[in-house]
């Protein structure tokens, strides 16, 4: 009776050790997981590869290219349409003979 104690408890502490070993495992294991995540999004996020200039630089280029067109439409407008009117009425108003 007494051997079928000891060998029972050797059972028991056997299956709770090879229980304890696979939990601890595991958890290593997660804990490795987690951290090579954490590593890698910090690392994501830690890197700055020039893409803020690309993208500033062509915002800039845009504003110039939209800028120049804006300037050259209202020069063309403002040299053939609005000037000579605004000369007119300017020499008109200067020339008022009352």
Known sequence: MRN???SAKAKIIGAVTFVKTAVCRKIQRT???????????????????AENF???????????VIGALLLGGLYA???DTIMPTVTEKVEDMFNFKG
């Open 4 to 6: 079928f104690f000891k």
């Open 31 to 49: 804990r490795a997981a987690a951290y090579r995540l954490a590593v890698r999004s910090n690392t994501m996020l830690a890197a700055n590869r």
């Open 54 to 64: 690309v993208d500033s630089g062509i915002k800039i280029l845009i504003a110039v």
């Open 77 to 79: 407008l403002f040299g």
